[in-house]
């Protein structure tokens, strides 16, 4: 059964930083892109940053210079620096058997496995 457990949400201020970790299961990893998106109350969930097989990665335009993705074995890592009040949101890590282009990795369509999701909050 596939499991994608996140951790590491909570409250900060306006410039500090939060690291999300993402912890798979009961699929081969390795050979599958990871992701995560954000999503706030009646809005799209949107990519955030996103790492494939190969180690490419990519990143929304508004988070690139402050935002890292990392995979280390089955836990995959978002260190979030300079962190913003736009930045809060419910945080998803997913999992999909990736996508033919580097930009592609941010749409969701290319996802299959969710997690639950994890609360960000950034208070000015």
């Known amino acids: 059964q596939v499991q994608l457990v996140e951790s590491g949400g909570g409250s900060v201020q306006s410039g500090g930083s939060l690291r999300l970790s993402c912890a798979a299961s009961?699929?081969?990893?390795?050979?599958?892109?990871m992701a995560w998106f954000r999503q706030t109350p009646g809005k799209e969930r949107e990519g955030v940053a996103a790492?494939?097989?190969?180690?490419r990665t990519a990143y929304a335009d508004s988070v690139k210079g402050r935002f890292t993705i990392s995979q280390d074995n089955a836990k995959n890592t978002l260190q979030m620096n300079s962190l913003e009040p736009e930045d809060t949101a419910m945080y998803y890590c997913?999992?999909?058997?990736?996508?033919?282009?580097?930009?592609?990795?941010?749409?969701?369509?290319?996802?299959?496995?969710w997690g639950q999701g994890t609360q960000v909050t950034v208070s000015s």
């Open positions: 997913a999992a999909g058997s990736g996508a033919p282009f580097s930009w592609l990795l941010l749409l969701r369509s290319y996802y299959t496995y």
């Open positions: 790492i494939d097989s190969d180690g």
């Open positions: 009961g699929f081969t990893y390795s050979r599958y892109s």
